[in-house]
Nanobody
Framework: QVQLVESGGGLVQAGGSLRLSCAVSGRTFSMYAMGWFRQAPGKEREFLAAISRSGGSTYYANSVKGRFTISRDNAKNTVYLQMNSLQPEDMAVYYC????????????????????WGQGTQVTVSS
């Protein structure tokens, strides 16, 4: 079983930055590709960013490309999402997800790819 715990959410003013963390335990972290998603009230869960298990390959949704950066530290069993230039439309609950990946360099952009999810962390952006 893989456990994921997000942290780093909170209240930020428009234009500000936050860094989310997702600590993973229970299995060998370096065998899992990781993703970040978010869900705003009344909306479907949305893909944001994905990273391969090696960290060498990343992929972003157009809505966050250039503003958000996904990274991972396999020694710390943690994946990060650096979020810059936050806007009110970025307000949502943010989730990390893990997928066992046979490939070192593959990333996965679909919710259905992932078998493990965190509980989410709230990001609120004030205008």
């Amino acid at each position: 079983q893989v456990q994921l715990v997000e942290s780093g959410g909170g209240l930020v003013q428009a234009g500000g930055s936050l860094r989310l963390s997702c600590a993973v335990s229970g299995r060998t972290f370096s065998m899992y590709a990781m993703g970040w998603f978010r869900q705003a009230p009344g909306k479907e869960r949305e893909f944001l960013a994905a990273i391969s298990r090696s960290g060498g390959s990343t992929y972003y949704a157009n809505s966050v490309k250039g503003r958000f950066t996904i990274s991972r530290d396999n020694a710390k069993n943690t994946v990060y999402l650096q979020m810059n230039s936050l806007q009110p439309e970025d307000m949502a609950v943010y989730y990390c997800a893990a997928k066992f990946s046979p490939s070192t360099n593959d990333w996965y952009p679909f919710q259905t790819n992932y078998g493990y999810w965190g509980q989410g962390t709230q990001v609120t952006v004030s205008s």
